[in-house]
T-cell receptor, first 113, second 114 residues
Framework: KAGVTQTPRYLIKTRGQQVTLSCSPI?????VSWYQQTPGQGLQFLFE???????NKGNFPGRFSGRQFSNSRSEMNVSTLELGDSALYLC????????????FGNGTRLTVT | DQQVKQNSPSLSVQEGRISILNCDYT??????FLWYKKYPAEGPTFLIS?????DKNEDGRFTVFLNKSAKHLSLHIVPSQPGDSAVYFC?????????????FGQGTTLQVKP
């Protein structure tokens, strides 16, 4: 069974630009969550989508948004990039978080210059 | 306010000995706890979990203990192997809320020396 796939693995963007990250969950998984990892803040929850609906949202500004498609694939968008958005963005999927753990992809390393 | 804390940034043990990683939490609404292992340039890998109705869960060399009154959990690795060297994250959630929101600790870097 293929794991969680995130593309691209690396991105370099300039301040003020926007970026879209993609996540393909494990086949059959309906829940997709996004996390940001930085050295100072650790792993922080961004949002979760379940059956195309945002079910929960973390404490991030509105510049961070996401969506989920009918095939459970998810995208995350960050607009008006800031230097502080440089981080590893991780996607995780689960059939149902109430019953099974999250399985993470290898992340997208975003660098904002 | 850090709801999940791993107070030891690093731990070094000898191969074959026991590794004990600790985690404290403050939110009494947490009822599901997980441990993840992370290698550089990879995403976290799920190791083991425990729900609040249990106080112990074992899976091979890994055992997680939960002390609800102390709001403390620990991960025991016996015997430790060099391949266990990684960053270990403790995470918690209110599983009754049925969401994929995990609160992570800051991680403990484990080094197992041959």
């Amino acid at each position: 069974k293929a794991g969680v796939t995130q593309t691209p693995r690396y991105l370099i963007k300039t301040r003020g630009q926007q970026v879209t990250l993609s996540c393909s969950p494990i086949s059959g998984h309906r829940s997709v969550s996004w996390y940001q990892q930085t050295p100072g803040q650790g792993l922080q929850f961004l949002f979760e989508y379940f059956s195309e609906t945002q079910r929960n949202k973390g404490n991030f500004p509105g510049r961070f948004s996401g969506r989920q498609f009918s095939n459970s694939r998810s995208e995350m968008n960050v607009s008006t990039l800031e230097l502080g958005d440089s981080a590893l963005y991780l996607c995780a999927s689960s059939f149902d978080p109430a019953e099974s753990p999250l399985h993470f992809g290898n992340g997208t390393r975003l660098t904002v210059t | 306010d850090q709801q999940v804390k791993q107070n030891s940034p690093s731990l070094s043990v000898q191969e074959g000995r026991i590794s004990i990683l600790n985690c404290d939490y403050t939110n009494s609404m947490f009822d599901y706890f997980l441990w993840y292992k992370k290698y550089p340039a990879e995403g976290p890998t799920f190791l083991i979990s425990i729900s609040s109705i249990k106080d112990k869960n074992e899976d091979g060399r890994f055992t997680v203990f939960l002390n609800k009154s102390a709001k403390h959990l620990s991960l025991h690795i016996v015997p430790s192997q060099p391949g266990d060297s990684a960053v270990y994250f403790c995470a918690a959630s209110g599983v009754s809320s049925n969401t994929g929101k995990l609160i992570f600790g800051q991680g403990t870097t484990l080094q197992v020396k041959p």
